[in-house]
């Protein structure tokens, strides 16, 4: 419930809008802002900040108890996050107001107002000085902290890159933030953040006490240097998922009990199967194939106390795949979402000279892997390696990666061992578009003139059905120095169906350094002026120039009404 504190009209007609935005929001007067702080999850204050400041300091606890406060100032102008910050939500309510409002958010949380993930707010259990790293974080911005490591990858480039250290070194660079489930002492100051990684598998007779399944599993963790805040789960056989042993041993750790059929453990490999365990219910092993049964690697075999066994194992990451349109090149025509891509991974694979776009964005620690041309197929390997084994991975490419670009060959080695992402971007051609009219403004095609991985025969029949077709073509890749009779082969067909002043035009560099836009007639058009960093569109018998702009219509006026 969201309260929304007023005191003047102007106040109460802002809270109006917010109350037919949200439906779980209750009105207070100012003089129960006591009784709002008490009742809701989060408070809206349309006051002064002085007055809220005064009104809440005789309220204020314990900041991961207290609701977060945003004030509102008596113009709507401002959103301002006052307290609870990230554990109240304050900062996340200001943006929300701000959006209703047409007002400006104003957080000045750190780690929110720097862009900097704040470690007590990852959803997973973090240990250590928690205020000295984030401040080392804050203190190292821009540049500080150590950049990740960067590889140029080759077509012959060997695998597996260079890893990442398993464990602290001697001498680390402090501040040190691990993310592990093993028992670790790093040098301070540092954090650990426990993953949900481990899932312990049991197995026990009928009747055993769960102080017993509770101490072996506590034994097994420790003498295997396993951290048990990193234990996702419990696992066994359905037989024993009403074993009182078990499922108080699973409450009293806070973890899920799963259960799996036994005919599903008979079928998973373990290294001790026992003929006893399969005649009793029917799968030669418990604990190590529950252990198992969803995958990852046996990090300790089945142990065993009077009346239960149990087994370890580690779950193997599951890795995501962001395959990132970068755009034409205009760092506002880049979409906030592949920025937001391009910021979260931890891997990022790319052509060099697009990698070198966005070096800016990179978080400080992101390993960065580049190639030049010809290695696509390399690149697009590397990025579905990187994350079959677990990590992060933005593959990036200019406009949209699925135009021409690293989305098709990628998800062409891509399995369903990890997560895809696709992240549309502006292309080359509605880049080129938007700079000339409205060229592709009624039915168009693009088509590559680069017979590097198509034969001519199959592009020059293309080119002849759009023609046919009476479709605007957009060209890509339309000519390079090894590649110089294929436009005008393709112009040729084109004019064989269109007249010489159809409108034609050429963008080279659209929103980069050096940009040029040329608009023409298919007759006029300057072959020798393109260049394979050129799109050249050609129009249909319907495109027209009108006031030095490339048009060609949709008809509107000529659709009849309807009925």
Known sequence: ??????????????????????????????????????????????????????????????????????????????AVALTGGHDGGANRLAHEVASVLGATPVVTTATDATGTGALDTLGLPVEGDIAAVTRAMLDSL??????????????DA??????????????????????????????RPAVVVRPPSLVVGVGASRGVAADEVLALIRDTLAEAGLSPRSVVRLATADVKADEAGIVAAARVLGVPLVTHPAERLAGVEVPHPSEVVRRAVGTPSVAEA???????????????????????????????????????????LMTPRAVAEVRRCGYLVGLDQYVDQIRDLLRPGTRVITSGLGAEEERARTAVRLAREGHAVALVGSGDAGVYAMAAPALEFADDTFDVVGVPGVTAMLAAGALL???????????????????????ERR???????????????????????????????????????????????????????????????????VTMRSLVIVGATSSRAVAGRFVTPRGYAWQPSPT
């Not at 001498?171 to 040190?176: G, L, S």
Request: glycine share 10%; net charge neutral; charged share 25%.
């Open 463 to 529: 080119v002849r059905a759009a023609a046919d077709a009476d479709l605007v073509v957009a060209f890509y890749n339309p000519r390079s120095r090894g590649r110089d009779w294929q436009l005008p082969r393709a112009l040729e067909i084109l004019g064989e169906r269109r007249g010489p002043d159809t409108p034609a035009a050429v963008v080279t560099d659209a929103s980069r350094p050096g940009e040029s836009v040329a608009l023409t007639t298919l007759d006029g058009l300057d072959v020798s002026a």
């Open 437 to 459: 009219g409205a060229p592709l403004g009624h039915d168009h095609c693009a088509i590559s003139l680069s017979d590097l991985h198509t034969p001519w025969e199959a592009i």
């Open 290 to 332: 529950a252990a198992l049964a969803d995958g990852g690697d046996l990090v300790v075999p089945k142990r065993r106390s009077a009346m239960a066994t149990a087994a370890i194992a580690r779950l193997r990451p599951r890795g995501r795949l962001a395959i990132v349109g970068l755009g034409p090149g205009a760092r506002d």
């Open 1 to 78: 419930m969201i309260g929304l504190v007023t005191a003047t009209r102007a106040g109460r007609t802002a809270a109006g809008l917010l109350e037919r935005a949200w439906p779980q929001t209750r009105w207070y007067p100012v003089a129960d802002l006591a009784r709002a702080w008490r009742e809701c999850d989060r408070v809206v204050c349309f006051l002064a900040v002085g007055a809220a400041v005064r009104l809440l300091a005789p309220l204020l606890g314990d900041k991961h108890d207290d609701p977060g406060v945003v004030c509102v100032d008596e113009a709507g102008r401002f």
């Open 142 to 155: 821009p540049g500080g902290l150590p950049d990740g490591e960067e590889v140029t990858l080759t077509a």
């Open 158 to 187: 060997t695998w597996p890159l260079p890893p990442l250290p398993a464990t602290p070194s001697a001498t680390p660079r402090p501040p040190c933030v691990w993310v592990t489930d093993r028992v670790v002492d790093p040098p």
